[in-house]
């Protein structure tokens, strides 16, 4: 079955950068899409961005402003996530999620930004 | 960016009781490729959000046939046929049409 297990929490300082994993197992990595979304306390799920399956090309969202990216390690069957210059209301729950609908979700990784 | 509105943003519920969440995008969902790409999220508390419905009206794997989805263009419903005790949690819409994706505000059900 398909299942995706992210890297654990992280505790980071304002202005750092953070790179969480999400390995991918139970299918053909590079046939499916990977997207990233996170969820900040008492807000709405936000789209970070995506890497598209086949080709390893990229998507990011603008609110971002290209603090963002998103690679993969296909031989690792691994997506990752790099958030730099890192404030507090980056605080949240980030999830990788597959497909282009979204259809299979990773555990979560908590990140905390904190002085 | 198209924005998702979703209402109510909380539906207390009987158990076996149906319930209905609405949800409305600022422009259309529909893509050139003709497909509509509305779905709905499930969010158990403590849980990552699970898939429950894509494309408007089908139901993801393994998800019980209580679960309905309707809608076109811009205006859309998820029907919860009889609620169950382990349907309690926050629900999602969210359009994957356009870049960037963006979801609804979340409604909460819960049981009365």
């Known amino acids: 079955q398909v299942q995706l297990v992210q890297s654990g929490a992280e505790v980071k300082k304002p202005g750092a950068s953070v790179k969480v994993s999400c390995k991918a197992s139970g299918y053909t990595f590079i046939k499916y899409d990977m997207h990233w979304v996170r969820q900040a306390p008492g807000q709405r799920l936000e789209w970070m961005g995506w890497i598209n399956g086949d080709n390893g090309s990229t998507k990011y969202s603008q609110n971002f402003r290209g603090r963002v990216t998103i690679t993969r390690d296909i031989s690792a069957s691994t997506a990752y996530m790099e958030l730099s210059s890192l404030r507090s209301e980056d605080t949240a729950v980030y999830y990788c999620?597959?497909?282009?609908?979204?259809?299979?979700w990773g555990q979560g990784t908590l990140v905390t930004v904190s002085s | 960016d198209i924005v998702m509105t979703q209402t109510p943003l909380s539906s207390p519920v009987t158990l076996g009781q149906p319930a209905s969440i609405s949800c409305r995008s600022s422009q259309s969902l529909v893509h050139s490729d003709g497909n509509t790409y509305l779905s709905w999220l499930q969010q158990r508390p403590g849980q990552p959000p699970k898939l429950l419905i894509y494309?408007?009206?089908n139901r993801f794997s393994g998800v019980p046939d209580r679960f309905s989805g309707s809608g076109a263009g811009t205006d859309f419903t998820l029907k919860i046929s009889r609620v169950e005790a382990e349907d309690v949690g926050v629900y999602y819409c969210m359009q994957a049409t356009q870049f960037p994706l963006t979801f609804g505000g979340g409604t909460k059900v819960e049981i009365k």
């Open positions: 494309k408007i009206s």
């Open positions: 999620a597959r497909e282009w609908e979204l259809k299979n």
